[in-house]
Structure formats: structure tokens, C-alpha cells
């Protein structure tokens, strides 16, 4: 019984097939298993470690690395403030003060009506819309105070949804492509393709 | 005023809101240039490329065409595409990645043809959800364009493009560890020697790491040959680049110029580019490639944007982001934030940098909060002495990557340029600037 639900289990063996070794798909999968469950649960990581042919304390060792993955459950959104260099300049420390007392979350806690999760983050790479706001990845752009407010009140609203989906890094990514070609064959043709170019080399020195 | 006659090479298309399109890129002249290399053989494509003595885009400033040709020797397995930009004040990628999807893609299978790889991996940082939903879906539009696939464009050769995410880690940027997250662990940057992945990548078998920008570069360069490539720019730095302008200026943003034929002052002053500082006031320091590098004062302004002539001065073009100060910033908050970026960031695996930074960051927010004690200077100085001895630049090595080492650079310059900022920390018990 897969706990991933049925177009989640789909998608995570489609992207197992675009991988020479199952274990690639790690961080892809860890990102399917954030979308369906909102973080990293102990029945995904079973999961994803007998889809990649891990243990699950191999999983939830790599899971545990990376900033994205939360180990424990998160609000429904996610909100990074952005306090680094550029940022700092920008007033980002200020930012994240505001937001707290905006979304009720001290940094790195949860409200009380579990709607939102406050991070001070890393360098967001948009430092020309200082200081950066991100939600559930998503650039919310608000450089203001009053903008990010404005925001807040509009996700207690239900409202911007579309802009903002739930977890999920991959929700909207989906490869509509044949799959991969088969590794036999493209090594033929790249062993073909030695040849062609050792006799042109040949034929150049000659 | 800066010097803006050049082409613009990889920013072409940077008026167009639609430019992520399919329809918009075949527009403006889309996939010719792939068109022009399958026509080619591949060596030929490959020495266009050395022609244009294109430098990595990506922080070290490798010559790409050398990369490759180390590698010629021995057929080369995978390609993978560096697109986890992290270095704080860098967004050139974000632009690339999210805004010209196809021109990477186009500079990928050019790259792919060259090396006569079959199996590519484009890496893009995690948080850059609306960039993977971009390169997914022109991925996916460039197999049904006949762009990747079996047999491209009508000619004998295959490939296949895999777009990987990322999940939040600084250090994956590092190719080592990108290789390790690509099979799925922790992103450990690997033991060195080797110290190419050309020798042992992916699955331990030869691979080119190459960044997003100087993969977007390329197609142009089939188009116009290596050798327009190479009469741009003077020296080394052949060709133009992608500055991210941030921190006190006017207008911060992403522009491409030419290089060394411009300065960071027509960079941050030219009213068509950076536009001057807010409220026009003294530009007291600046940081001239990412964190890592050592900070320039305002007597360095007129430094021309080339990669040896930053070298020559102490420090590095880096990844090209450029940070400016005013008379408001404080350097010892800022040496501080950026010190405890790298506490955060350092994988652990090596003493100097997991200890070091620690111990770093929490003297200097001692420092910037009142608590500084009278030999903190000194106590700064010989750790980051421990982490890389004798402060010099290029930074020694001590560890198995160069975030450690990279640590101490902005502290040094920080104390070098500020030391009476410090000073008045420690006496005055605060920060004077707040």
C-alpha cells in the first residue's frame, strides 16, 4: 500500500525513470512526499527509501541536510525573510520583525493556527527587490511593511492560492516528455560517434 | 559613463515579458545556432569555444573550452548544468533560468553536441520554484520543437535533458557536492585529489560541470564565431558578463556589459545602470565578486570589471555580484552577517570551517552588540589565521572545499578598512551606527 496518493505515486516513478541509479530521485521524491504530506513524514520516508533501494535512516540523513525539507509539520505557509547581505542593507532585519508580529510567529516557529511558519533565510537570489520575501517559494515581492501585511491578510483570506500553492516545490513541474533514450543504445552511438573522431584525428595527422 | 556599444550576448531579450516562451525565442532567432552546430563537427563546435577563451561564469573563472578539452582524451559520460546559484548577492542565474529558459537549453545541447554527451542534468536551486516550472516546460517544449530527443533537429545525434531540483544547501553550488546531491546524499563536497569531476563525477564517471550563464553564452558564440567572442572585452576576460548590482545603489539589478571596458564605478554610477547610491551618499566599501571576496574601498572604484585586473588588486570577480556600502552601513554588522552566512552554510565535514565560523560569527555579534572585549580583534585574526594561515589572497587551503577558507575574507578586509569602527564597538559598548 503506497502512502503517496495515486498521481503522486505516478509521478514519483516517472521521475525515478529519468535517472541512471534510483537514488538520484532522492531529493526530487523528498519534494513529492513535502507536496502530498506538507513535510517530510516517517511514512514518506519508508517510502521514498524502498523506491530508491535506501533505508529510511539513509533518507531521513540526506532529508536532514537540506533547508528545504521540514522534519516536523509546518504551517501552511512557509515564509521566508531574507536578512542577508544585501537584504541587510535593504532593511530585511526589519522586515522579519514585522513579519512576525504580522503572522503571530516568533523565527523558526509555527502560529497557533498552524497558517504560518516564519524562517529567516539564506540569500534568496533576488536582491534587486530587497528585502526579499519568499512564500512557500514563491517571490511575494513586498518590500514594504504595508505590502506584506497586505499579503497576510489576503492568505487568511484563502485568497492568492493560485499564485501560491501548498508545498511542493514540483507541484506544477511535470516532464512532458518521451522518456529517456535507452542507455544501450545511446551507448552505441556514442561509441560510433569515437570512432568517427579518431578516424577524423587519423586522418588529419596523416 | 560606462561603455554599452557591445551586444548584448545572453541578456538579448531582456525587454520581452514573454521571452520564456517557445514562440518568442523561435522568434528572435531561436535554436539557429543549434541548427549551425549539428552542421559541425563536434571538435569544431569545441574549438569555437576555446576560440572565445570564454572564463566559467560560475565563481572560479575557469576557461570552459579548457574543461572540455581536458577531457577529450576519454569519452565523457554526463554533462551537468551548475544552476543552484547561492551566492548571496548573486541573481544573474535567477534571471538566466527564469526569464531565457530556451537560450540555456540551446547552450546546453550545443555543449552536449560538442562533448558528444547523451545524458544531461540541469540542477537548478530548489527555491527557485517558478525558474524549475520555466526550464521544465522549455525542456519539455524544445523535445516537441525536435530540440532534444532521439535524432535532433534531422541529425544523427541523440540527447536527453533532465531539469533536478535542488532542496536549500549553499554548498551544492560547490560541483563536488552538486555531484553528490545529483546521486542523492548529502551535498559533502568531495576528497581532493581529483580535483575534476572530468576524472571522477557523476556515478564516478567523467563529467563537465558547467554554469548556467557560460551555457547561455554559447549559442551566441556559434552564431557570431569564438573569435567576435574573444574581440570583446581585453586579456583574459574575453566577451561580456552578467553583474548583479545590489546593497546601496539606486537602481540594483542584473546588467550585462562588456568587460574591463568598464569599471565598478560606470557600473554603479552610469545613470542607464546602477544610477548612483541612494541619496547619493559616499560609497565607503565594496564587495567585487560575492561574499568571499575581499572588500574594495572607494579609492578602488575605477578598477575595470576584468578578471585579472580585480586579481591584481587583492581580490576576485567571483560570481560577479557586486555589494555596495554607504556611510550608513555598518561594517562590523555586515562583516558579522555575512561570517554568520557561512556558520549556517559550512557542511561540517572539516574542523576549520565548522568550528572556525562558529566561533567567528559569535565574536563578532558580541562585538556588534556591545559585549566586544578588548583583544576580540586580535581573537579574530587568529582564528581566521587557523582557518587559512597568513590571511593572503588567494586564501591557503585547509579544508576539503574553499567555503572555509573564504571565510576570514570579509573579516580581514572588514578590520583592515574599519578598524576604528571596531574600536568604537568595543569602547562605546554598542554600535555607533544605530
Known amino acids: ?206 | 559613463m560606462a561603455t554599452l556599444d557591445a551586444p548584448l550576448i545572453v541578456s538579448s531579450r531582456r525587454e520581452h515579458a514573454d521571452a520564456h516562451t517557445l514562440a518568442r525565442y523561435l522568434a528572435t532567432g531561436g535554436y539557429d545556432a543549434l541548427r549551425k552546430a549539428l552542421t559541425m563537427f563536434p571538435e569544431q563546435v569545441a574549438a569555437e569555444v576555446d576560440t572565445a577563451s570564454l572564463l566559467g561564469r560560475g565563481g572560479a573563472g575557469f576557461p570552459a573550452g579548457r574543461k572540455w578539452s581536458m577531457l577529450r582524451k576519454a569519452p565523457i559520460s554526463y554533462l551537468v548544468v551548475n544552476g543552484d546559484e547561492s551566492e548571496p548577492a548573486t541573481f544573474k542565474d535567477h534571471y538566466l533560468i527564469e526569464c531565457d529558459p530556451h537560450q540555456l537549453v540551446e547552450g546546453v545541447v550545443i555543449a552536449a553536441y560538442a562533448l558528444q554527451v547523451t545524458q544531461v542534468f540541469i540542477f537548478v536551486r530548489g527555491e527557485f520554484a517558478l525558474g524549475l516550472e520555466r526550464v521544465q516546460q522549455a525542456v519539455n517544449d524544445a523535445y516537441e520543437y525536435g530540440a532534444i530527443g532521439r535524432e535532433i533537429l534531422g541529425s544523427a545525434f541523440s540527447v536527453d535533458v533532465v531539469v533536478h531540483p535542488g532542496a536549500g544547501a549553499y554548498i551544492c553550488g560547490e560541483e563536488t557536492a552538486l555531484i553528490e546531491a545529483l546521486e542523492g546524499k548529502r551535498g559533502f563536497p568531495r576528497i581532493k585529489p581529483p580535483f575534476f569531476p572530468a576524472v571522477n563525477g557523476l556515478y564516478g564517471e567523467p563529467t563537465v560541470v558547467n554554469n548556467v550563464e557560460t551555457m547561455s553564452n554559447l549559442p551566441w558564440i556559434v552564431l557570431h564565431g569564438g573569435a567576435a567572442f574573444a574581440a570583446l572585452g581585453a586579456g583574459r576576460s574575453t566577451g561580456t558578463r552578467l553583474f548583479a548590482l545590489a546593497g546601496r545603489v539606486r537602481n540594483p539589478g542584473v546588467y550585462e556589459v562588456e568587460m574591463v571596458k568598464n569599471t565598478f564605478r560606470d557600473l554603479i554610477f552610469d545613470p542607464r545602470l546602477g544610477g548612483g547610491t541612494i541619496d547619493d551618499r559616499p560609497v565607503t566599501a565594496f564587495i567585487p565578486g560575492g561574499v568571499s571576496a575581499p572588500w574594495f574601498g572607494p579609492e578602488l572604484l575605477d578598477v575595470p570589471l576584468g578578471q585579472d585586473e580585480v586579481a591584481e588588486k587583492g581580490s576576485m570577480l567571483g560570481s560577479g555580484s557586486i555589494v555596495v556600502m554607504d556611510d550608513t552601513t555598518c561594517p562590523v554588522r555586515a562583516a558579522w552577517r555575512i561570517t554568520r552566512f557561512f556558520a549556517r552554510e559550512t557542511c561540517g565535514q572539516c574542523t576549520p570551517c565548522r568550528e572556525g565560523s562558529g566561533w567567528l560569527e559569535r565574536v563578532l555579534f558580541r562585538i556588534e552588540s556591545g559585549e566586544g572585549r578588548d583583544d576580540d580583534l586580535d581573537l579574530l585574526l587568529d582564528l581566521s589565521d587557523n582557518i587559512s594561515p597568513g590571511l593572503a589572497w588567494p586564501p591557503q587551503q585547509t579544508t576539503i572545499c574553499v567555503l572555509g577558507p573564504s571565510i576570514p575574507s570579509s573579516i580581514h578586509s572588514a578590520i583592515d578598512m574599519f578598524r576604528d569602527d571596531f574600536v568604537a564597538h568595543v569602547a562605546t559598548r554598542g554600535c555607533p551606527h544605530e
Request: with cysteine; charged share 25%.
Open chain 1, 1 to 206: 500500500m503506497s502512502h503517496l496518493r495515486a498521481d503522486l505515486r505516478q509521478r514519483a516513478e516517472e521521475v525515478l525513470a529519468l535517472y541512471p541509479r534510483p537514488r538520484s530521485a532522492m531529493l526530487p521524491l523528498l519534494h513529492l512526499v513535502q507536496e502530498q504530506d506538507g513535510y517530510v513524514s516517517t511514512e514518506g520516508i519508508a517510502e521514498v527509501a524502498a523506491l530508491t533501494g535506501t533505508t529510511p535512516a539513509e533518507v531521513r540523513g540526506t532529508a536532514s541536510f537540506y533547508d528545504m525539507f521540514h522534519l516536523a509539520p509546518v504551517g501552511r505557509y512557509v515564509v521566508g525573510v531574507c536578512t542577508n547581505i544585501a537584504c541587510l542593507l535593504a532593511g530585511g532585519v526589519e522586515m522579519l520583525e514585522h513579519a512576525g508580529a504580522a503572522t503571530g510567529c516568533a523565527v523558526g516557529a509555527t502560529s497557533d493556527d498552524r497558517l504560518f511558519t516564519l524562517e529567516e533565510t539564506e540569500c534568496l537570489a533576488d536582491c534587486d527587490r530587497a528585502p526579499c520575501v519568499q512564500v512557500n517559494h514563491r517571490y511575494v515581492r513586498t518590500t514594504t511593511p504595508e505590502a506584506f501585511t497586505e499579503l497576510v491578510n489576503d492568505l487568511r483570506a484563502g485568497a492568492r492560492g493560485a499564485e501560491i500553492p501548498p508545498h511542493g516545490t514540483l507541484a506544477r513541474v511535470r516532464r512532458v516528455a518521451p522518456a529517456p533514450v535507452e542507455p544501450e543504445r545511446l551507448a552505441s552511438e556514442r561509441a560510433a560517434a569515437n570512432r568517427a573522431r579518431e578516424q577524423r584525428s587519423a586522418t588529419e595527422s596523416a
